[in-house]
């Protein structure tokens, strides 16, 4: 499985910023999708996860409302719309796939993914 993040730059606070997700190697319907982000110094975050279908999703409290997760399994790729940025948002974004884990709640932990995007790199400028 192979994902290449795309979508990151920079840009003014109260602005918009579309990362895309694009999955090769396996059929994508199967993954449960998930963002993460990793500000300097910091540890690794969720930031919004998506199921299999779609149905569901789940986003950290910092980013609910202003950030929306989506994805198009006929394209095999998976959306992460962020709106009004803040400074607070910079970070590199991180796209996430898991294939194995039983279940099909949303996922929320790093190590719950076992497939991992390069990164796309988002600043926020106040």
């Known amino acids: 499985v192979q994902l290449q993040a795309s979508g990151g730059g920079l840009v003014q606070a109260g602005g918009s910023l579309r990362l895309s997700c694009a999955a090769s190697?396996?059929?994508?319907?199967?993954?449960?999708m998930g963002w993460f982000r990793q500000a300097p110094g910091k540890e690794r975050a969720f930031v919004a996860g998506?199921?299999?279908?779609?149905?569901?999703?789940l986003y950290a409290d910092s980013v609910k409302g202003r950030f929306t997760i989506s994805r198009d399994n006929a394209k095999n790729t998976v959306y992460l719309q962020m709106d009004s940025l803040r400074p607070e948002d910079t970070a590199v974004y991180y796209c996430?796939?898991?294939?194995?884990?039983?279940?099909?709640?949303?996922?929320?932990?790093?190590?719950?993914?076992?497939?991992w995007g390069q990164g796309t790199e988002v600043t926020v400028s106040s």
């Open positions: 996430a796939a898991d294939l194995a884990r039983p279940g099909t709640q949303v996922l929320v932990k790093p190590t719950h993914y076992n497939y």
């Open positions: 190697g396996r059929t994508f319907s199967n993954y449960r």
């Open positions: 998506i199921t299999r279908s779609g149905g569901s999703t």
